[in-house]
């Protein structure tokens, strides 16, 4: 199965997310494709699409959403949208899932990751190890309910380290 990965050139933080999520969906057993928007006048025909939409300029984000939008290639593919940001990227993933869904494309899920540090309002923070973790699993769930198959948690020990006794 091909899927394709996809975020705006220049964003630094989204490209980082990008790789990750491309490994993660690699580890799934997806055969997968990184590509800026950029690169990518029209989307292959895929039927999986990882989209990355950038927090940090309208013209970014609009970019990737109507790359998406205008594709008619991906009409029956599973899209999943991931988006770093400093404060309003609950909001922009509404927007972006509501314009890809008024096109009649699916959204199937969301990763929202919040960059951290004192330029992070100017696209220039930082994105933490777990985020990066966050973003790789992302790739891999996604890639692997597509494919109709389960990934397990590493350990039982780890699966509720986060539970309150």
């Known amino acids: 199965m091909k899927a394709v990965v996809v975020f705006p050139p220049g964003d630094f933080l989204l490209q980082q997310l990008a790789e990750q999520v491309c490994a993660g969906a690699r580890e799934a057993g997806a055969e997968v494709e990184l590509i ?3 690169e990518a006048p029209q989307l292959a025909a895929s039927k999986l ?5 950038s927090a940090y300029g309208l013209s970014k984000r609009l970019e990737s959403v109507s790359l998406a939008a205008g594709s008619n290639n991906i009409q029956n593919a599973s899209i999943r949208l991931f988006c770093v940001h400093s404060g309003s990227g609950k909001k922009i993933l509404e927007e972006a899932q509501q314009l890809l869904e008024s096109r009649k494309l699916s959204v199937k899920s969301t990763l929202l990751i919040e960059c951290k540090g004192l330029l992070k309002h100017f696209g220039r923070g930082v994105v933490g190890e777990g985020d990066l973790a966050r973003a790789r699993a992302f790739g891999e769930r ?5 494919l109709g198959r389960r990934v397990p948690p590493e350990n039982e020990k780890r699966r509720i380290s986060g539970y309150l006794k």
Request: hydrophobic fraction near 60%.
């Open 36 to 38: 800026s928007t950029s």
């Open 49 to 53: 699409v990882f989209l990355g939409i």
């Open 142 to 146: 996604g890639a692997a309910a597509f």
